[in-house]
């Protein structure tokens, strides 16, 4: 029986090499990452070590304190070679892209979208790994194309670590739509042995283009960017099922009036809502960590019946794509089979799931 792979199926590739060296290239380097050092160090280290050793054997005090001064002046500069080594593979970074191409929202916006990714990633990365797929249309399909997408990331990740074994940082630079991405997050978890660094595309025209947002692991900070509204019921809905909206754009009334829309549509009882007080978050770590912690804190303190917690759940998404990969990782991770997400279209001025919510 032969096995035919279809062409849609997503597949890693090299884009290759970055601005940033892999491993020790020339002089410049070796001193850079203290391989130099530690070589010099320990060559005095052991020269005056055995002199000091003769010395000792035969009784001649005279440049006894000298040779010993020199074995600690070799010994501190072989920790100094160390300390090199050590921030030089911290340094150490390998990107992987992850693309989702949703045709129906703009083919020119998406591939500018992966340029830009690729761009920001040999600029900072060793070694760079790409997995893209194109989305069918087709819902069943769709899903089973991201879920591969997935493991593919998770491939990429092994491969990084065998690419680049230095490598303390893998960066992840996600483009794709919401709802996309958080299904990718849940399949991705956040129980990973390297750091992972979700990248968000700036709003502004900085550069690089993509910034370190938050981290796939799961962080807990102080910092409570956004307001929680009181838990909602949803007229007529049914109380096992409900939604979690985040308005990251202020959009105010216009972003809930066409969530409760949704949720009755849907059958949706119960609806929390958190919202940004501004139209943009701050573009730092901290402030997206803020967000993705005051969401599941928010989520895992409501006031739900039990029913509720064990029944269906929606989360309504805007923003940035790297918090909808982080919310998935941190929210869905234990039970996928519970969420569906949902994005906004604004062409056909409707929300959209992914995947298919039960019974369509």
């Known amino acids: 029986m032969t096995t035919v792979e279809r062409s849609d199926t997503p597949r890693l590739t090299v884009v290759g090499a970055g601005e940033q060296p892999v491993g020790a290239q020339g002089l410049r380097a070796l001193v850079a990452d203290g391989s130099a050092v530690i070589a010099v160090g320990g060559l005095v280290a052991g020269t005056f070590l055995t002199e000091a050793g003769k010395s000792l054997m035969t009784g001649e005090k005279p440049g006894r304190l000298g040779f010993v001064v020199a074995v600690v002046v070799g010994l501190i500069v072989m920790a100094v070679g160390f300390w090199l080594r050590h ?6 970074r390998v990107g992987i892209i992850v693309n989702a191409v949703d045709v129906h929202r703009g083919r020119a916006r998406a591939e500018q979208r992966n340029q830009q990714a690729e761009r920001c990633s040999q600029g900072s990365a060793a070694v760079t790994l790409k997995a893209e797929i194109e989305l069918s ?7 089973e194309l991201v879920d591969l997408l997935a493991e593919e990331t998770l491939r990429a ?5 065998r690419l680049a074994p230095d490598a303390a940082h893998v960066n992840v630079i996600p483009t794709m739509p919401l709802h996309v991405a958080f299904w990718l997050g849940a399949r991705l978890g956040y129980t990973h042995a390297q750091h992972v660094a979700v990248h968000e595309l700036r709003q502004d025209t900085g550069s690089p283009a993509f910034f370190a947002a938050t981290s796939l692991r799961a962080v ?3 910092a409570a960017p956004l307001t929680v509204e ?8 049914d109380m096992t099922k409900v939604a979690l909206a985040l308005d990251l754009q ?9 969530v409760v829309k949704a ?29 993705i912690s005051q969401t599941c804190n928010a989520w895992d303190t409501a006031p739900l019946p039990a029913e509720a917690r064990t029944g269906h759940h929606a989360i309504f998404l805007s923003g940035p794509v790297a918090i909808a990969v982080a919310l998935g990782a941190r929210l869905a991770a234990p039970t996928p089979g519970q969420w569906t997400a949902y994005t906004f279209n604004p062409v056909a001025n409707v929300y959209e799931p992914f995947p298919a919510p039960p019974n369509g």
């Open 263 to 291: 949720c009755g549509e849907r059958g949706i009882g119960w609806l929390l809502l958190l919202r940004n007080e501004n139209r943009l978050l701050k573009q730092n770590m901290k402030t997206f960590n803020g967000v």
């Open 157 to 161: 990740t092994t491969i990084a670590e």
């Open 220 to 222: 807990d900070v102080k």
């Open 250 to 258: 202020n959009r105010g009334d216009q972003f809930r009036d066409a």
């Open 230 to 237: 009181r838990l909602e019921a949803v007229d007529g809905g």
């Open 87 to 92: 921030r030089a593979r911290m340094g150490l």
């Open 137 to 143: 249309g087709d819902p069943v399909r769709d899903r």
